[in-house]
C-alpha cells in the first residue's frame, strides 16, 4: 500500500550505531533456536497496507507462521505508511519499541541501513532462493554491498478509468497529455462527471509527470540535482494546467480518501493509481461488477511514458532480541506460497519470477497489465536520502496546484532544498 510519502527529515548520525548487537529493545520475547532448532519467543511485524482491505489478508498470511513454527508467536501491527519511516526511526534511535520486522518502502531500506538499524542478511534463512528475485525488485534491498532486506512486493502506476462513463461519453483511453484534456472535456461534456482526480498531497502521483517530461530528482551518478531543470519545470506547468483548464480536480490534503471515494463513487471518471488500490476500489458501488474497471499505462509527457517503480521490502530490525525467527518469518512473507496467495487475494505483483507461472497469477488480469508497466517504470535512486527527497517536493507541488507558488519558483525551491540536504552535490 501506498497511501502517502512520509515526511521525513534526516536523522543525525548517531555517535554509536545500533549494529546487530541487539541492545535495543523490540518489545519481543527472547527466543531462538533453544539448542534444539526450534524456534520460539514472539515476532513483531509492523505492516503499512491499507487498513480494511489488506491488511485483513496480511494479518492472517502473517499469523498463519505459527503453523509452520507452533512455539512463536506473531504480533501483528498495522501501522499508518504515512507514520512508518519516521516511528520506526525515532524507535530504533531510542533502542525501545522497534518492531523485529518491518515492511519497508522501497526508498526507506538504504536509510534504515545506512542508520546502522537493519541486520544484514546474507548467510540467513531470509535470503532462501534469493536468485529468484525480479533484479528490479532485489536492487532496493541492497546498500554498499550488503543485502539489508527481501523484496516482498513491486509496483507501479497507471491510470484507472470508469468503462461505463468512458462508454457513455463515447471516449478512447488517453494515451497522451493532450488527449487526457480532450477526453476529459467531452467527458464532462457529455456526463456532467470531471475527467481526472489528482492527487495533490503526495509528491509520488507527480513522478508520472516528471518522468512524462524526461525528468528526474536526481541523478545519483553524478551526484546531480535535476529536478529544478527544465523538465522539472515543464511537468509542474503541466499538472497545474491538468487543474486550471477543468481537466482535473485536486486537493491538498486527505487525497488517499478523497481520491477513492470520487472514484469508487463515479464522480470522476478516472485516477492514477497502483496494484495497492485495486482491493480498496472494487469495493466502490461502481465497482461491483469488476469488469467496469480498467486500467492503462499513464498519458504519456513531451518526454514519453513514465511511471515510477515502488515496492515494499521486509527488513529485520537489528536490535531484535529474536533473529532467528524474524529472518525466518521474513523468508515465509516473502516465499513462492505466500506470494502466490498475496497476488491471487489483492492483486498485488510478486516479487519472485516463477511466483508469476502459477495459474492464480498467470491468469490474474491486473497482474498482467502491471507486469510490463513495472518492467519498464524508471527506478528510483537507492541513496539514504531517497526518502527524504519527497518532503521539498510535497511542499511545492501542493503550492503550484492550488496556485500559491509558479511552476518556477516551486521547481528552484525544491532544488535548493535539495543542495542542503544532499552536501556536495551540484
Known sequence: MRRGIAATALVAALGVTLAACGSGDSGSDNG?????????????????????????????????????????????????????????????????????VIRSEVAWTPEFADL??????????????????????????????????????????????????????????????????????????????TGLYLRGDDPYWFLSFLYGEGGDLVDAEKKTVTIDGEPGVKA?????????????????TNGWDNMQAAFKDGKVAMMINGPWAVADTYAGKEFTDKANLGIAPVPAGSGGQGAPQGGHNLAVYAGSKNLDASYAFTEYMTSVETQTAIAKELSLLPTRESVYIKPDVATN????????????????????EGGSLFEPVKVEYTKV??????????????????????????
Open 32 to 100: 531462538g533456536s533453544k539448542g534444539s532448532g526450534e524456534l520460539s519467543g514472539t515476532v513483531t511485524w509492523w505492516d503499512t497496507s491499507t487498513v480494511g482491505s489488506e491488511d485483513k489478508v496480511f494479518k492472517k498470511i502473517a499469523e498463519d507462521f505459527t503453523k509452520k513454527h507452533p512455539k512463536v508467536t506473531v504480533k501483528y501491527v498495522n501501522v499508518p505508511f504515512g507514520e512508518a519511516q519516521n516511528k520506526f526511526k525515532n524507535a530504533a534511535q531510542s533502542g525501545s519499541g522497534a518492531p523485529d
Open 116 to 193: 546502522g538499524y537493519l541486520a544484514p542478511l546474507e548467510g540467513t534463512a531470509a535470503l532462501k532462493d534469493a536468485d529468484d528475485f525480479l533484479d528490479q525488485a532485489a536492487a532496493s534491498t541492497k546498500y554498499n554491498g550488503k543485502t539489508y532486506a527481501v523484496p516482498q512486493v513491486i509496483d507501479s502506476m497507471g491510470i484507472f478509468y470508469n468503462k461505463k462513463i468512458f462508454k457513455d461519453a463515447g471516449v478512447e483511453v488517453p494515451k497522451s497529455i493532450d488527449e487526457l484534456k480532450t477526453v476529459s472535456a467531452k467527458i464532462k461534456e457529455k456526463t456532467g462527471k
Open 236 to 252: 509542474l506547468k503541466v499538472v497545474k494546467d491538468l487543474v486550471d483548464s477543468k481537466t482535473a480536480i485536486t486537493d491538498a
Open 365 to 384: 488480469e491486473m497482474i498482467s497489465f502491471f507486469k510490463p508497466v513495472v518492467q519498464k517504470s524508471v527506478e528510483r535512486p537507492w541513496i539514504p
Open 401 to 426: 496546484l492550488t496556485g500559491q507558488t509558479t511552476p518556477e519558483a516551486g521547481a528552484k525551491a525544491i532544488g535548493e532544498s535539495y543542495r542542503k540536504l544532499l552536501k556536495d552535490w551540484k
